[in-house]
Structures are given as C-alpha cells and as structure tokens.
C-alpha cells in the first residue's frame, strides 16, 4: 500500500478570493426603514443570500431620488474597484413630489442602474399584499389603511405576510401600464420587476 492511499484522501485547498456562488444583487432605498425592513425579510425569505440593502439618506431638504441614485452607483463602483461586483443594482424610489425624479430616471438609465417606483409611495406595494386597491390614493390615506393593517410609524410590523407576494405582484398587474417611466399613473409600483429580478437571480418561479 502507498504512503498517499495510508494518508487517506487528500483536500484540495480552494483558490483564495474566489466569487461566492451567490447572484451579488443591491438594492438601495429611499426609505431608511420601511423599505430596507422589507427587502430584509424578503430576501430571507427566498434565501437570496448575498443581497445587500442599503438605506440612502438623501442630501438637502426631504427626499431625492437622484440621491439614491448617485450612492447606488457610487456603491456599485467601489464594489468593481475591490474585484467583486455586483450582478445588478437596483433603486427604490417613490413618486410623492420630487422634482428630481425625472432627472433620477435619466441617469438611472445612463449609470445602468435599475429603478423601481411607486406611486404614490412604497406603501401602496405593502397595502397589496393584503388587499387590491386600482383607486387613485394619496400617501396619507395609504398611511391610514395601514395602520389598519398593524402598521405603526416606519417600520415593519410583526407577522407581515410577505408570502403573499405573488398576490401582490397580481394586483398591482392590474393597474394602468406605464408610459411616462417618470410619471407613472396612481396606483403603480415597479417593485414587481425587482421581486421577478431576484426570484429569477435565485432560482425561483415568479
């Protein structure tokens, strides 16, 4: 019998900085809480390991979604200098009043980073998962249903029911298609083409 069959079988050493298996996917938000607490548990939910959210805090007077925008790309870049990229960047961004927003979409487009926007907010992609709403509604009385619903403030509540995502995605189909990227009719969300985007990144039917 040779010395290597008495050593018994031998491990092969795996190359130092090689690339997780894992589809590497960012999402950066408007939001600092509701929407990262949300993408959080999704992303648990389907076991997409390697997604990173991170909540933008926008420069100036109330929200911009140009900001996000910039970080996400300025994210995105550093992860390319440090030799492990992402496989897709995603912005998550409201309608509400920003005058920036147009601008935001164009650069989204310029910077190859994907956007996902609701109108009148994030909220109304939350309220579907609960019930179908194709009414025209504004960010307060959303708020209100809501609260209804168990929500409280800006964060997720216990035992949201984020299984029901395909509900969701189902109704907000259902409202009107989008001409204008930057002016969407309300109700909207493109956050459906972001949950398709990581269902698909991991192997999962959409």
């Given at each position: 019998?040779?010395?290597?069959?008495?050593?018994?079988?031998?491990?092969?050493?795996?190359?130092?900085?090689?690339?997780?298996?894992?589809v590497k996917i960012l999402i950066a938000t408007e939001g600092v809480n509701t929407e990262p607490?949300?993408?959080?548990?999704?992303?648990?939910?389907?076991?997409?390991?390697?997604?990173?959210?991170?909540?933008?805090?926008?420069?100036?007077?109330?929200?911009?979604?140009?900001?996000?925008?910039?970080?996400?790309?300025?994210?995105?870049?550093?992860?390319?200098?440090?030799?492990?990229?992402?496989?897709?960047?995603?912005?998550?961004?409201?309608?509400?009043?920003?005058?920036?927003?147009?601008r935001a979409c164009i650069e989204s487009r310029r910077s190859h980073v994907k956007i996902a926007?609701?109108?009148?907010?994030?909220?109304?992609?939350?309220?579907?998962?609960?019930?179908?709403?194709?009414?025209?509604?504004?960010?307060?009385?959303?708020?209100?249903?809501?609260?209804?619903?168990?929500?409280?403030?800006?964060?997720?509540?216990?035992?949201?029911?984020?299984?029901?995502?395909?509900?969701?995605?189902?109704?907000?189909?259902?409202?009107?298609?989008?001409?204008?990227?930057?002016?969407?009719?309300?109700?909207?969300?493109?956050?459906?083409?972001?949950?398709?985007?990581?269902?698909?990144?991991?192997?999962?039917?959409?």
């Open positions: 019998m040779s010395r290597r069959q008495l050593r018994g079988p031998q491990k092969i050493s795996k190359p130092k900085n090689r690339r997780s298996e894992h607490q949300y993408f959080e548990k999704f992303s648990a939910l389907i076991r997409a390991k390697a997604v990173r959210v991170v909540s933008v805090n926008p420069v100036g007077v109330g929200r911009d979604p140009l900001s996000v925008v910039s970080e996400a790309k300025k994210l995105r870049d550093l992860e390319d200098k440090g030799g492990d990229p992402y496989d897709s960047v995603w912005c998550v961004v409201d309608v509400d009043e920003h005058a920036s927003l147009e926007i609701s109108s009148p907010c994030f909220e109304i992609w939350l309220f579907w998962h609960f019930e179908n709403r194709a009414a025209w509604i504004d960010a307060t009385t959303l708020s209100r249903l809501l609260r209804k619903k168990g929500f409280s403030g800006k964060s997720m509540p216990k035992g949201f029911p984020y299984a029901k995502y395909p509900e969701a995605m189902a109704r907000a189909s259902k409202c009107e298609d989008v001409k204008v990227q930057h002016a969407p009719p309300n109700p909207h969300s493109s956050v459906p083409d972001l949950i398709s985007a990581l269902l698909k990144a991991y192997g999962q039917e959409v």
